[in-house]
């Protein structure tokens, strides 16, 4: 049954992919800007351009163009990078892997900074404790990730140099660039955690658990968080494209090794096929993690059942 | 065993092994097998930042000066720059042109190979040029080598250019050319080459993980005096303000490009020092000569008189531009200071455009990159309000670089250029390229990058014969009568010179930062 819903649901997706591809691949190209010019640079004469544009396959109708995407795609194939002639998926590959890593760690920092906070606001309502995780709240969703990132590496880098600045390798790069992108997604979370717990903590079964004589730490942790737990995982669901789209930042900022800054890259390249490339594999991310979000629904609540 | 015993004689004998250790040293410094400084060790790992990624180091398809400079220390060169813009043998030992200019001679090194152990010779280089003039293979700047026609065997180390006509700049081309092996590129597959480089410059390319490095080993068999750097790391860091962080923190030896407050506080630093030479790329706010109000060359000269371009170096760029006081910049053969300044001067800029009749409320159309150059958007606003100041309403919009390119190369008919930012550098040192190369009616858009549609004929004749005589003095008046037409013309504001920077810690010696743009780390050492 669950086996069932799953992969009704990877099956749907396939319109919703397909749609994207479309969209994208004329949008792209009704865009100005033109590849062959990009890799001939600002010195090239038109001849050279057009020269470029040929080799490329870029001169021939639109629609030919399109038909020989979808050819490849059928068969997984997401083209060549126009700018190093490597196949899209090789470049995507060693990159997904990184932006992934920095997107779960920054969710599970988020969650752990996150949900404490809000249940703290939840238990205290209205008094200056609340106030402080809302105000740090507000202050994490409005900083830019750009000015952020540097801060923290001013501090934490280059004044106390506890963490490295930027690059990957062992675990103490990913630390400043999960936090980083963290932040906006703490503040959704903390927020979203009071409201839910502030809702459930004024059931009649909280009440009943109370008059029973549970330890009150018993009740906020045992009953009360874990049926909040719905909405926190909603939320993080829809704020996980969000956050995907926050890696392109700070990926640039951290030189962080990931899809985001080969997107940037991309777009200002005008490297069509890798940015259809990568666009698909973030919707393709998002769609997982949300039909993720949905099974772990099951697990939340006895009642939710598919199939 | 000593053939001697007794203290006095071993006194003498202690003498005369100090003498013969310091008479040995002495011969050793001046045959120069010791380096100079005794005290400068070698470098094991060199960490460079740099800004992009290259999309190719395969020098035919090299359009940027970053891929450039990693690919001359893998291939190598013909020839060299000195510090002062000189043209040194390097991979070539001699060269010269006929009387008529149309033939140009150039005698190869011998005894050096590529990393595939062929041979660098004359069927190597002829064979280089002809992939250069073979339509099939991807050259952008194929340009660049002018009208060469054919290349001729003389010797096995001797080569002929025939050229159709006569070209002086193909002379600083021996210093843009590279070595290609003759073996690897027959037959031409780009894609393989791409991957296996087969060069016969001081280093390897050993790893290049996209995104992230580009590691760069010693070449054990290079033909030239041995690198002591062993290995270079160039790191990928998009950020310029995190490349900086990163050589605060230790993180990176050398950072290219950093901003300009970052250089003033680097070097006040004592543990930071900026090599900052003036590059070849100047800045200008090129103007529609053929369109608009741009059209009155007066309009021109007044919005040149308008602009502050000291106070634009100085507190947008901190001062470590240079205002332009000629249309090439100072470090281009050719250059030559103009004896009338466009200096800041609002009212001599009112009182031109009151001449020329421009409307009160006239408005002019004003389009920037962002981040192409440096400071580029905020270089445009300034210039936007002086503008004002003299009653001169400009609308400004930016757009990002290929936008931009497409805007900057329509045709005559179909542009929308009124007022546009540019930089324009030159790879190599001749004001052939500043002149004919941009402002000549024969480059205009779609043959080339004219965009000011700036048309002299007076001005196109004197750049041509200053590219097709070869005698320099000539060559230099020609440049001086046709630059001072440029700049009295005006079809561009002309802003500023910008330094190419490189920032690396101060226990370094030995690097070398010259105007194009180039970083060669080569012969670092460290103290």
Known sequence: MMIRYFFGRLISTIPVLFGITLFLFFMLRALPGDPAQVIAGEMATEQEVEIIRH?????????????????????????????????????????LANTVLLALVAT???????????????????????????????????????????????IFSVNWQLLPVGGSGGIEYIVLPAITLAAMLIASIARNTRSSMMETMSQDY??????????????????????????????????????????????????????????????????????????????????????????????LDPKVRYG | MLPFSGTKNRTALLKRRWLSLLVGFA??????????????????????????????????????????????????????????GEMVPNLATAWSFSPDGKTFTVQLRKGVKFTDGSDFNAHSHKNYLELIMNPKVRVPLRFLFGPVVSVDIVDDYTVRYNLKNAYAPLEQMLAVSSAMSLKATTPWDADKLRKHH??????????????????????????????????????????????????????????????????????????????????TRMIFMGMNTQKGYTKDKR?????????????????????????????????????????????????????????????????????????????????????????????????????????????????????????????????????????????SSYVQPPRGLGSTFYSNPEFDKTTYMARSIVDKDKRKALYQKATQMLWDDAPAIWLHVEPFSVAFASKYQGIRVLPHEMCFPQYMTVK
């Open chain 1, 55 to 95: 080799q490329l396959g870029l001169d021939q109708p639109v629609i030919i163009q399109y038909q020989i995407f979808m050819t490849r795609l059928i068969q997984l194939d997401l083209g060549t990078s126009i700018r190093t002639q490597n196949p899209v998926t090789e470049e995507i590959r060693p990159r």
């Open chain 1, 108 to 154: 599970v920092i988020a969650c752990l900074l996150g949900i404490p906070a809000g249940i703290i606001a939840a238990v205290r309502p209205y008094t200056w404790m609340d106030n402080i995780v809302t105000i740090l709240a507000l202050f994490g969703m409005s900083m830019p990730a750009f000015w952020l990132g540097l801060m923290l590496i001013v």
């Open chain 1, 206 to 299: 909280i009440t009943t658990a109370r008059a029973k004589g549970v330890v009150e730490n018993t009740i906020i942790i045992r009953h009360a968080l874990k049926n909040s737990f719905i909405p926190i995982i909603t939320v993080i669901g829809l704020q996980f494209g969000a956050l995907l789209g926050g890696t392109v930042l700070t990926e640039t900022v951290f030189a962080w090794p990931g899809m985001g800054r080969l997107l940037v890259s991309s777009i200002l390249g005008r490297d069509y096929p890798m940015i259809q490339g990568i666009i698909l594999v973030f919707a393709l991310l998002f769609v997982l993690t949300n039909i993720l979000v949905d099974l772990i629904y099951v697990f």
């Open chain 2, 27 to 84: 011969l050793l410094f001046g045959m120069g097998i010791i380096p100079g400084s005794v005290w400068a060790k070698d470098i094991k790992v060199l960490r460079i930042g740099i800004g992009i990624d290259p999309d190719t180091l395969l020098p035919t398809e090299i359009t940027t000066a970053i891929p450039y400079n990693i690919a001359k220390l893998i291939y190598g060169a013909l020839a060299k720059y000195t510090d002062d």
């Open chain 2, 198 to 279: 087969v060069g016969a410059g001081p280093y390897k390319l050993t790893e290049w993980v996209r995104g992230e490095r580009i590691v760069l080993e010693r070449n054990e068999n290079y033909w030239g005096e041995r690198p002591t750097v062993d290995k270079i790391i160039y790191m990928i860091i998009p950020e310029s303000a995190t490349r900086v962080a990163m050589l605060r923190a230790g993180q990176l030896d050398v950072a290219y490009s950093p901003s300009p407050p970052d250089i003033k506080s680097l070097e006040a630093s004592p543990d930071f020092k900026v090599a900052r030479p003036l590059s």
């Open chain 2, 299 to 439: 309009i021109r000269q007044a919005l040149n008189y308008a602009v502050d371009k000291q106070a634009i170096c100085d507190r947008i760029l901190f001062g470590v531009a240079k205002p332009l006081d000629a249309p090439v910049p100072p470090s281009l053969f050719g250059y030559s200071k103009m004896p009338n300044q466009y200096d800041y001067n609002p009212d001599k800029a009112r009182a031109l455009l009151k001449e020329a009749g421009f409307p009160e409320g006239g408005e002019i159309k004003m389009i920037t990159p962002n981040g192409r150059y440096t400071y580029d958007k905020q270089i445009a606003e300034t210039i936007q309000a002086y503008l004002q100041e003299v009653g001169v309403k400009t609308t400004l919009r930016t757009y990002d670089w290929p936008t931009y390119m497409g805007m900057t190369t329509r045709p005559l008919d179909k542009t929308e250029l009124e007022l546009y930012l540019i930089g324009w550098g030159a790879p190599y040192y001749d004001a052939d390229f500043m002149t004919f190369m941009y402002f």
